[in-house]
């Protein structure tokens, strides 16, 4: 684990400049052929259509030549999370290594008649994360040093994809570390970025949500998912959650009394003692003695400021669902979320 020190670093650099993520657990799909962006996006709740590669000085407003989105099953349910690099002549699809085999199969089955081919290239890529206000600086940096980029903001901090062949991968780190400008540019590790993504509301696959959870439930439906976008596999169920009914639980963040640990499932309670959730994922607040933790309570509690218990301790919502860092968080500026009705 990262000492102290550096996760203040870290912190600084999330808030003012950027932090630089290789993410090893990411293999790659690439989709080529003439009707490859059409194609997939039908196969993803993201929005494909408008998305082009990133213009040669590799600066535009996100998103920009790529999106972060889902691919879901014909109940609406999450199979897996996809990162998506547009190319000039393909397109990198970055998913969790033990998906990768699963999706491409999932994929190859709605290949019909349409001029695409995807195929497994997990070996020769490896993909690199940016998270902060300056990531979409970094772009053209790691574009020069031989990968292909994309600015998507699928975490509420700012954010850019980078892929790059594995030879290559070592010179774009360093390309985007070296990057000039204000705010600092740091590297993280895993395991900091496991304390900084719950600190931020980000949740995890296969920790905070996997294929048992609906988009709406893991809070994931503002990053992740389009509503203006034609038919895709498993739009009806997902539409129509959004539309005409609810989630039955949502994914929150809570402050929680007390530095002792609260390991993941501990329950999640109304004052009175009605069990309403549970934890998913938890760390130590730096600020003071709480720990921060992300959860799952029932959709009429699931607002900010709604007052709870945890493990018996007294604990408080600071992030309501699908907000980003600042949104709904009562710690933030006119920070304010409406009741779910």
Same mark, same amino acid.
């Given at each position: 684990?990262?000492?102290?020190?550096?996760?203040?670093?870290?912190?600084?650099?999330?808030?003012?400049?950027?932090?630089?993520?290789?993410?090893?657990?990411?293999? /790659?799909?690439?989709? /080529?052929?003439?009707?490859?962006?059409?194609?997939?996006?039908?196969?993803?709740?993201?929005?494909?259509?408008?998305?082009?590669?990133?213009?040669?000085?590799?600066?535009?407003?996100?998103?920009?030549?790529?999106?972060?989105?889902?691919?879901?099953?014909?109940?609406?349910?999450?199979?897996?999370?996809?990162?998506? !690099?547009?190319?000039?002549?393909?397109?990198?699809?970055?998913?969790?290594?033990?998906? %990768?085999?699963?999706?491409?199969?999932?994929?190859?089955? =709605?290949?019909?008649? *349409?001029?695409?081919? %995807?195929?497994?290239?997990?070996? *020769?890529?490896?993909?690199?994360?940016?998270?902060?206000?300056?990531?979409?600086?970094?772009?053209?940096?790691?574009?020069?040093?031989?990968?292909?980029?994309?600015? !998507?903001?699928?975490?509420?901090?700012?954010?850019?994809?980078?892929?790059?062949?594995?030879?290559?991968?070592?010179?774009?780190?360093?390309?985007?570390?070296?990057?000039?400008?204000?705010?600092?540019?740091?590297?993280?590790?895993?395991?900091?970025?496991?304390?900084?993504? !719950?600190?931020?509301?980000?949740?995890?696959?296969?920790?905070?949500?996997?294929?048992?959870?609906?988009?709406?439930?893991?809070?994931? *439906?503002?990053?992740?998912?389009?509503?203006?976008?034609?038919? =895709?596999?498993?739009?009806?169920?997902?539409?129509?959650?959004?539309?005409?009914?609810?989630?039955?639980?949502?994914?929150?963040?809570?402050?929680?009394?007390?530095?002792?640990?609260?390991?993941?499932?501990?329950?999640?309670?109304?004052?009175?003692?009605?069990?309403?959730?549970?934890?998913?994922?938890?760390?130590?607040?730096?600020?003071?003695?709480?720990? %921060?933790?992300?959860? =799952?309570?029932?959709?009429?509690?699931?607002?900010?400021?709604?007052?709870?218990?945890?493990?018996?301790?007294?604990?408080?919502?600071?992030?309501?669902?699908?907000?980003?860092?600042?949104?709904?968080?009562?710690?933030?500026?006119?920070?304010?979320?409406?009741?779910?009705?």
């Amino acid at each position: 684990m990262d000492s102290t020190h550096e996760l203040d670093e870290q912190r600084r650099a999330l808030r003012e400049g950027a932090l630089v993520q290789p993410v090893t657990e990411l293999g /790659t799909l690439v989709v /080529t052929g003439s009707d490859r962006q059409s194609w997939l996006n039908g196969l993803v709740t993201c929005d494909l259509a408008p998305q082009k590669p990133l213009p040669a000085g590799g600066r535009a407003e996100p998103p920009a030549g790529g999106a972060y989105g889902l691919n879901v099953v014909k109940t609406g349910k999450i199979f897996a999370e996809v990162w998506i !690099v547009i190319a000039a002549d393909r397109i990198h699809v970055g998913a969790r290594r033990d998906r %990768i085999g699963q999706l491409r199969e999932a994929f190859e089955r =709605y290949l019909i008649m *349409e001029d695409a081919e %995807i195929r497994d290239a997990s070996d *020769e890529h490896g993909w690199i994360f940016a998270h902060g206000p300056r990531s979409a600086d970094l772009a053209a940096a790691g574009r020069a040093a031989g990968a292909d980029a994309a600015i !998507v903001d699928w975490t509420g901090l700012g954010g850019a994809l980078f892929v790059a062949p594995r030879q290559s991968e070592g010179a774009v780190l360093a390309a985007l570390l070296a990057a000039g400008g204000a705010g600092p540019v740091l590297p993280t590790t895993d395991a900091a970025w496991e304390v900084l993504r !719950v600190e931020n509301n980000v949740p995890r696959f296969g920790v905070d949500f996997d294929d048992q959870h609906f988009p709406q439930e893991a809070s994931l *439906e503002a990053r992740a998912v389009s509503f203006n976008k034609g038919c =895709y596999l498993g739009q009806e169920t997902v539409f129509m959650l959004q539309m005409r009914g609810h989630a039955k639980k949502r994914l929150v963040q809570l402050a929680v009394e007390g530095e002792d640990d609260v390991p993941p499932g501990a329950e999640i309670a109304l004052p009175g003692g009605a069990a309403v959730g549970a934890v998913t994922s938890r760390v130590s607040d730096p600020r003071g003695p709480r720990v %921060i933790a992300l959860g =799952y309570v029932k959709y009429k509690h699931a607002v900010a400021g709604e007052a709870l218990r945890v493990a018996g301790r007294a604990a408080e919502i600071t992030r309501a669902p699908g907000a980003a860092p600042g949104v709904g968080d009562r710690s933030a500026p006119g920070g304010k979320a409406a009741r779910p009705s």
